[in-house]
């Protein structure tokens, strides 16, 4: 399937034969393939006498592309054209004892995680969808606050690509114009003192109607913020080398107090009214930043309350 779709990313015309003969297939196979991936919503233009094109061209990540942008050296690669979830292929990675970090990254995702146990839409290769595993030796007293300052690591990047307005929304969203771009799921593989931590990591590149029509939120893409469609290796190499750099602060034991106040500076809460909810209650306040452990501070009723990850949800109002 990568093959064939790594022919047509140019966007010009590809005859059935031409495809057949560099993929070493028969047409009514190429056929087969073509109407597998509209199955998974690509679009595809078929034109008699002419061939097969895509409507616009497609960039697929690739290592030397990513290598070309400057993924450190020290982070191994595992680059999938499909799979149910990236932050599941990490715990199996983490299970068999291979070289860490590692960066997953796939074209397309069936069952990605989403917070509170939503899945997160993602297309096929238009958008990022990637899990980045780190072992803390310190085990698990260190990563206190560590989503927080991926979200600033995600807001550096996307402000180097042109993005001049990246908010975010305590614990873990990434938005712009109040419309959320980004999300961030990290989970914990904890073995005695050791403790690995697998950063999910979802972003909006390319989005279109039709993917997004589940969601019940506002949403945004990095298309439709910036005069052309940025290189999703680009990014992706970019945001690895920032969480390398989040994940060595965090290693000393120090690390939401370096991002505290760079967290804040991008607070789309910061003194609003807000109301948050968890499974047993409901309570309004006014949000008033976070603390040096990476907890939400609340006004409410004059007093100052700290609240932590989990299963709560907030907003404004």
């Not at 238009?126 to 206190?144: A, C, D, H, Q, Y």
């Not at 993917?211 to 290189?231: C, F, I």
């Not at 970019?238 to 120090?254: I, P």
Request: net charge neutral.
């Amino acid at each position: 399937m990568q093959a064939i779709l790594a022919l047509l990313s140019d966007s010009k015309f590809h005859s059935g034969e031409e495809l057949g003969e560099a993929l070493g297939i028969t047409r009514a196979a190429v056929w087969k393939q073509l109407k597998k991936l509209e199955t998974m919503g690509l679009v595809i233009h078929s034109v008699k006498g002419r061939g097969y094109r895509l409507p616009a061209p497609l960039e697929l990540l690739s290592s030397s592309t990513l290598e070309q942008y400057g993924l450190p050296e020290t982070v191994a690669l595992q680059l999938k054209f499909d799979t149910e979830s990236t932050n599941n292929d990490a715990k199996q990675y983490i299970a068999m004892n291979r070289p860490l970090p590692v960066l997953l990254a796939t074209e397309r995702q069936t069952q990605g995680k989403g917070r509170r146990g939503r899945q997160w839409e993602g297309g096929l290769a238009k958008n990022l969808m990637m899990s980045f595993v780190w072992r803390f030796e310190s085990g698990p007293s260190v990563i206190e606050g560590l989503s927080l300052a991926v979200g600033v690591a995600v807001a550096r990047v996307l402000k180097k690509v042109g993005v001049p307005n990246p908010g975010l929304k305590w614990p873990n969203d990434v938005q712009v114009d109040g419309k959320k771009l980004c999300g961030i799921l990290l989970e914990m593989v904890a073995d005695q003192d050791v403790c690995h931590v697998i950063i999910g990591i979802g972003m909006n590149v390319e989005m279109d109607d039709k993917t997004m029509a589940q969601v019940d939120q506002p949403w945004t893409d990095l298309t439709s913020r910036l005069p052309q469609r940025p290189s999703r290796n680009q990014i992706l190499a970019e945001l690895t080398q920032e969480l390398v750099v989040v994940c060595q602060a965090f290693e000393t034991g120090h690390g939401m107090k370096l991002y505290q106040s760079q967290w804040q500076a991008h607070d789309v809460l910061y003194n609003q009214n807000i109301t948050v909810t968890s499974v047993h209650q409901t309570r309004h306040g006014v949000a008033r930043g976070i603390d040096e452990k990476g907890a939400l501070l609340m006004e409410e009723d004059g007093e100052i309350v700290a609240l932590h990850g989990g299963e709560i949800s907030v907003r404004r109002g």
